[in-house]
Structure formats: C-alpha cells, structure tokens
C-alpha cells in the first residue's frame, strides 16, 4: 500500500511523542486505517527513517549504578582524516551514548555512559583521548537529570480542577 | 435581607448538583472539566512570576495595558481578520466571563429580549437576566449539527429580540459555524435590528478549518461585540483574562460599567497576557493539536460503540446522543456504576436534553480508560 509524505510525517509525529501508541490508537487519532498506519511505519522502519524505540527512563528511581558524562571533544583534521572518520571510530564504543558534532569552543559532544566513574574515567582516558586526532578533552560528570528528549523527571503537578465545571 | 427578584429568578447552575455528586463518588475519571488539562505554557507563567518581582501589581488603565491592548488588536487582526482599534475598540476584562456581563449590561434595557442560541454555555441567560432583560431561547438541533439557523430564530420570535448571543465554537456540543452558515444569520440580524454578542472564547480550538466570525460578514461590525480570552487557547483559566472587541460607542459604554465595577483587570495576568501573545503561539498549536488528536479519538470510540455523536469541529467537547434519551438518568448511572463523569445536556438548555457533553480536556491515558468504562457500562 503506497503511503504518502503526509501520512509518513503524522505517523511519526505521533510515535515521535509516544512510540507505545496502539496501531489501533494510530488510526483512530488519523483519518487512516489500520493497513495504513502499519504500512507507514514498516516504510520509516525499513527505509532507516526510524533508528530504534526507546523508553525514556528516570535513572534516580531505578537505582541504576550507571554513571553518564558529557565530553567535549576538539580535534584536528587533516587532507586524510574528516570529522567523519574520527566520528566513525567513536561511534564504534558502546560507551558512547549519543555524538554530535557542534558549533563553538570545541567540535564533538559525547554523551558516555559506564557503570561506574572508574570506568568512564578510563574510558575517555584510554579510548577516546589517545586517538591521534583528538586533541583536547574535557568531561563533566552528570549529577542529576531534571529533563531528557523532552520528559521532564520532577513529580509533575497534580491535576487540581474541578471535576465538573461549565 | 430581601433579595432581588431579577436573582431570586435565577436558579443554582444545575451544574453545581452534578458537581456535588461527583465530588462524593470514588475512583472517577472526569469528562466534565470545562477547561483546559495543560498548565499555562512555562513562558507565560514565568512572565508573570517576574512582573511580580519587579513590583507591577498596581492598577492598569481601565481598558488594560496599552501593550496588550496592541498585542491583542495586532493577533486578532493578523488571525481572524478582525480589525479594532487598540485604544477605542479594545477592552482587557477579568475573563470573557466579565466581558459577557459587560456587553449585556451596555446592551440590555429592562424588558429587552435576549436570543440566546441553546445548548449554550450557562452563563447567558443569568447575564441577561442579571441585566433586565427576558430570555428567549433559539433552539438548535442534532439535525443541524447544532448551527443555528435563519428558521429557527425567525421560529422562536428572534425578530423582536434587541440582543443575539452567539458562541461558536460551541460550549457544550462542540458544534462551529461556517461563514456561509453565518450569513443567514447575519442577514437576519440587519433586517431586524438585533446586535450581536458572539462568545468566540473557544476561537483558536478550531479544528479542520478556519474559525469564522460573524463580525467580518457584511454590516456586523457595527452591531457586534466579540467576545475572547486567554483561558482557553493560552490555559490560562485561573488568571482570569478575556477581552472585547467593539465599535466604539458599545466598547466605551461597556468600560464605563467595567470602570466602576472593576477598575482594571488583574495586572498580573495582564503581564502573563502580553508575554503569551509573544511567545506562545507554538504553545497553542501544541495544545490544538493534542486536543484535535483526542477528539478524532473520542469520536471514533463513540461510533465503535454504535453511540450518534455528530463530528464536533471546535472546543473540546463532543456532545454524543445518550441511548434512552434522558441524559440526568444515564449520567448519573453512568458516574455511579462505571465511574465516569460527564455533564448531562440538558443542563445546557433544553436543546441539550438526550445528550451527554464529553469533554476531552483530559489526559490520553484517562481518556481511554473513560471510554472503555463507558463501552463496558454499556454492554
């Protein structure tokens, strides 16, 4: 079944918000049936639109042990050696949480997480710093997480309407 | 202490009853909140925070800020083609609720009738009342996805009304006007010499098209006062903020009465008004498009259930046809056994009477339940 670039965008719209949505749920948000929901999102999944589904999780009420960092990293290129070659080698380790290359003071931004300080400290010490293009680091500690991908992780407000009003 | 006949003549909202029992019961989901689920958007509300810490909390002009009394003239202008002047057509009041007494007190003369289009909202004929003025009620049906039509109001003796009250998007049944659907009834209106209070609060909740305002239609200008606020759009309910566009002779006459019963305004929303203008129109977007979401969601479980429900295109409220047609009996059950509560129709006029109004104001994950619950209490 062809899908459109409309029902593409509204379909990821939707699980872009909550990818849990029921293909039933899909549809009845939509003006489009059930067929048409699946057959959309097998197309973002198989044509690499769609990279993976995720849940957004509070790491201070899991009692996880995972310790994240943020890395600034600044390079140096070469007639070799582009950002993407160096990018490709951090991406490799499965330390490395997200990579971004970014404007200003320095030019990659790594998000590293490792189940203990020890092993980050390590991680960026042994792995990331000895590459021979990277020539500077610096790493910041996360020390606790107020908001990610657009969750926020506080207690929320409690709904205080009236139950019934005009 | 002798009480006033005109309010003695005004009953408790019927609303309150149901209200009462809802507050009793356990373990209810409500679907009859008449206002927004969402906080006011964070900009707004910081605004506001920082007008206090700067020390604005004394009175405003009477017509409001000059700033958004420009802001508003500036949106409404840009979005709704509608065209007032900030400083003789503008006036900032304490919600549309006080816009709304406002235009009956400046329009209404002891005796005049007042047309009000019902279902409505249950504000307006206490309004009129409170004014002097005598009710006339202007039927509107399931038949006609609840427009009000030329027939209906030249049925009802609309010809020897002073005033028609209009609110669309509508509050309870969610039903909008088209302008084409509007010409009719602006024609009547210029043959008959009635003005026009249009409550368009639910303006900007306007869903699969444009919202049209019977005051850009030929020769309603002059004879029409609209009616919006930020407690809808902005959910800014308890910041109590609304305003009204109208010629200038109506806006002068209703800020003299708004002059002496209420001086200005409350500043602090006025500065949370200002800043929501600015930066908050992706927040209303946002917000429509949860609540159109939810809407197309409510409808299409209300037809899995073989339940009529006319496609509501405006606020966020569906308005579906209660099975055995007495909505009080089936509301009441329906919070008693299922948990669920939702307002009886015909607490909004006789109109309403065999219908529920669903309001989808309400979180997705509550929603579902609702209707689940609704589904299985049916069964």
């Known amino acids: ?166 | 202490m002798k009480i006033a006949d005109r309010v003695e003549r005004v009953p408790p909202s019927g609303i309150r009853r149901f209200f009462e029992l809802a507050t009793e019961a356990e373990d209810v989901i409500s679907l009859g909140v008449g206002e927004p689920d969402f906080a006011t958007p964070w900009s707004a509300r910081e605004a506001a925070i920082a007008s206090l810490e700067r020390g604005r909390t004394s009175y405003t002009s009477n017509r409001g800020l000059p700033e958004l009394r420009d802001a508003i003239a500036r949106r409404e202008r840009e979005k709704r083609d509608l065209s007032y002047d900030p400083d003789e057509e503008t006036l900032v009041t304490a919600g549309a609720s006080e816009a709304i007494d406002l235009a009956f007190r400046a329009l209404v003369d002891p005796g005049d009738r007042v047309a009000i289009a019902q279902p409505s909202y249950v504000c307006y004929p206490p309004g009129a009342i409170f004014a002097g003025g005598e009710v006339l009620d202007v039927p509107t049906r399931a038949a006609e996805d609840f427009t009000l039509t030329y027939e209906a109001l030249e049925a009802s003796g609309g010809a020897d009304a002073a005033v028609l009250v209009l609110c669309y998007p509508n509050n309870p049944t969610g039903a909008t006007m088209s302008e084409s659907e509007l010409a009719p009834i602006a024609e009547f209106c210029r043959e008959h010499d009635l003005a026009v209070i249009s409550d368009e609060i639910y303006a900007d909740l306007t869903y699969d098209r444009e919202h049209a305002s019977i005051a850009t239609l030929p020769g309603m200008r002059e004879r029409t006062i609209v009616i919006n606020g930020f407690s809808k759009a902005y959910a800014m309910t308890g910041l109590r903020l609304g305003y009204a566009l109208a010629p200038p002779e109506a806006s002068a006459a209703m800020t003299r009465v708004h002059q002496y019963a209420m001086l200005s305004a409350p500043t602090t929303a006025q500065h949370a008004a200002i800043d929501a203008l600015r930066n908050c129109e992706e927040d209303v977007r946002e917000m429509r498009a949860q609540y159109d979401r939810r809407r197309q969601f409510v409808l299409a479980r209300f037809a899995e259930m073989g339940i009529e429900c006319f496609e509501a295109t405006g606020a966020f409220y569906v308005f579906p046809e209660v099975p055995g047609g007495d909505s009080e009996t089936f509301a009441e059950a329906l919070l008693e056994e299922a948990g669920v509560a939702a307002v009886p129709g015909s607490v909004f006029g006789e109109g309403g009477a065999g219908h529920l109004r669903v309001s989808y104001a309400t979180g997705l994950a509550d929603l579902r339940e609702a209707l689940d619950r609704i589904e299985a209490f049916l069964d």
């Open chain 1, 1 to 166: 079944m062809p899908v459109n670039e409309r029902e593409r965008e509204e379909v990821l719209e939707l699980l872009g918000e909550n990818a849990r949505y029921s293909i039933a749920d899909l549809a009845r948000f939509t003006d489009l049936s059930e067929e048409e929901i699946e057959a959309a999102i097998e197309e973002l999944e198989d044509s690499g639109a769609i990279r993976g589904y995720q849940a957004i999780v509070d790491p201070s009420r899991v009692g996880t042990e995972q310790v994240r960092a943020r890395v600034e990293l600044n390079v140096t290129l070469d007639r070799e050696t582009g950002y993407e070659d160096i990018a490709r080698r951090l991406a490799g380790f499965s330390e490395v949480q997200s990579l971004r290359l970014v404007s200003g003071d320095y030019d990659f931004a790594l998000d590293i997480e490792a189940d203990s300080m020890d092993r980050v400290s390590r991680f960026v010490s042994e792995k990331v710093a000895r590459l021979p293009e990277i020539t500077q680091t610096v790493t910041h500690y996360v020390m606790d997480t107020y908001k990610d991908r657009g969750i926020e992780m506080g207690e929320g407000s409690d709904d205080d309407r009236l139950s019934v009003s005009p």
